[in-house]
Each structure stands twice: as C-alpha cells, then as structure tokens.
C-alpha cells in the first residue's frame, strides 16, 4: 500500500542537493564542513534589485495573481535583451517566466514529448535534465564529451545519436557541470546538423551567459534557420545572485511558448509576483554589479586551477565560464587508506566529507562517474582551505 508512483520510483534524487543536505548534516554536528556542491552564488543580490522588490510592495499594486506567462513588461524587457545582447528576435509572446530554469526546462519537456521520444542530453550535463525527461516519459540519450575537448560534443558525434524517435536536444553553454562554452563556430556545425532533421528541436540552456570569461556567448537560436527550432532557456539566479528569488524563463516559437504556459497553468500558474518585480528592475537595470560578480569567479578560477594542478593525478580542463571544475579523479579508484577503498566517485565524495570535511558532487550524477564537480562560488579562504584538505587526505591512499 505504502508506494510511490512507478515515474517517481524510476528517478534518483538530486545529487547536488543530497551531498548539500549532508554537509548540513555535518555542520549541524559542530563539523567546519566547506560545502562546495551547491551552484549558488555567494553573492547577496544587488541593492537595487532589492529596492525594487521593496517598491513593489509598498506600492501594494501587485498582491494579486499575475498572468500565468508573467507580466507584460517584463516579457517585454527580457525579448528586448534578447533582441538587443544576443540578435534574436523575440517579442513579449514568445517568453514565459517560470519559477526558476527548472520549471521552464520542464515545462517544454512536458509540451513537446511523447512517450518514447527520445531527447539526445550532451553529456556531462546539469543532473536534473535526464530526469525530467524520464518523468516525462521520455528517453534521454547521452552523447559524451571528453576531456580532450574540453567536454563539447562534436557535431559529428550528434549526428550519429539522431534517429527518427529523437525529438529535441538539450545542452548548456556555458556549461554546468564542465564550465565549457560553445563558440559561434562550434553551434553553427550543430545547427547545420539540426538543419537536416525538420523534426528536431533544440533546448538551449543559458542561464550562465552572463558568467562567460571568453565574451563569446553565442545564442543558437540567433543562426540561419535556427529561430524556430529553438527554445532557449534562461534566468536570473546565476548572473544576478538571485537563487532564491525563482525566476526563469524560455524563449520560444510561438507555439511552444503558448504550450508551455498551457502546462504551467496547471501546475503552478505565475512566478511570483514581487520576485518578478525585482527580475525586471534586474535586466533593465545597472550590469556593475554583474560584471564586478563575473571578474570575482575570473580570480577564483585561476586559484582553483592552479591548485587543483598540484593535486597529483587529478586532471582539470581550464573552464570558460560558470563556476565550476569538473576534475577527473579517477588516479584514485581503488586506492585505500588501510580500511577504506575508493571504489567510484561516489566513494571519493562520502570518504572527502567525511575525511576532509569537503563537499563536493559525484560525477556520475552529471553522466562522468570518472570525475566530480567543484563549485567555486566561495570565498578565497574557503577555496585554498578546501583544496588543502583535499590534497592532504588524497595522498593518504596509496
């Protein structure tokens, strides 16, 4: 009597907020435990996003239910940036504002898919692309990018995943978990490969544009033939630090926008309506902030990459944007310290927090079990400490 529904039972739980809930566990103990697995800034929100969610209340004018695909001026604002910053052509009926990337990710998942439709995920990817999928009843189907290529699937390596039950690809640049950023080039031989399937979509996941160390952020949706074969997604919780506000969106042909809000207004109608206030005053507002954010994590990458190079037999590539390494560790499986053996990257993650007292995320969860992600969206402090520690239990086992 006691069971979940077989599409729960078939899903795991998230694998970066399972290690975050136990170095909670850890800390509530009196463990000085320095968790880096969550990809949340470490940045408070700007003053005047702030402001503007104050204004919005005491004005008193919105404590009433929003339109399900958010206010109209925000709609407007967020086509405008696209129109302005990434020469795509939205208007205001092509964005639907969710609560958060997620939602928005889901709701087009939910819109386009069969069941059996399949949907190639370039891999690594962000841990809860597969999974929505699966709820979807979809099946995702991972094409791996290696470490010699800076983890970016190549568009011949696409082209030999499609098959005519695939329905859409899903990918991030810049990337979560490897930080890896398409260039233009890149995205314009995937496109030529989309281009040949007029059944094919593509789900582009931006929410790290803004942290992006090489200026090339090319949106795929702004290519020849690509405007209506793309949904792009987006938010203001990486760029803007505002994680808990829960502001996403996608920008979408017409139709798929229109299918996307049809399902977000059964199940959580609008985004909230302060939260959209700020979002608004945010991408109209002053990019100072932002920028001062991004040259942060630019110092704390080259911290991070010169001290993960003296780690012994872990192997980095140089990330371009976000704020995350994705090392490969796999020099220490079946090492022991005398009692324990590292079997995978789920032993190395539980035998560092317990050890070293360092969070950090399995690998396997992001589709490389040979790796584990990093995030450096911490303090200098925490980021020199951590990778000490790290080093220091790691040449224990032999």
Known sequence: MNHLSHRLESIEESATLAMAAKAREYKSKGIDVINLSLGEPDFRTPAYICDAAKKAIDDGKYFAYPPVSGYQDLREAIAAKYHKDNHVPYKAENIVVSNGAKQSIANVIFALLNPGDEVIVFSPYWVSYDAIVCLAEGVPVFVNGSIENDFKVTAEELERAITHKTRAILFSSPCNPTGSVFTRKELETIAAVVLKHPHLLVIADEIYEHIN????????????????????????????????????????????????????????????????????AAITGEVGPTKAMVEEYRRRREIVYQLLKDIPGVKANYPQGAFYFFPDVSHYFGKSDGSRTIQNGDDLCLYLLDKAHVSLVPGGAFGDPNCLRLSYAASEKDLREALKRVREILSGLK
Not at 216 to 238: E, W, Y
Not at 239 to 247: C, D, L, N, P, Q
Not at 248 to 264: E, F, H, L, V
């Open 213 to 280: 160390f090489i200026g090339d952020q090319t949106s795929i949706a702004s290519l020849p033939g690509m405007f209506d074969r793309t949904v792009t997604v987006n938010g203001f919780a990486k760029g803007y630090a505002m994680t808990g506000w829960r502001v996403g969106y996608i920008a979408a042909p017409k139709w798929i926008a229109d299918g996307a809000s049809k399902m977000q207004g059964q199940l959580t109608s609008a985004n909230c309506s302060i939260a959209q206030r700020a979002a608004l």
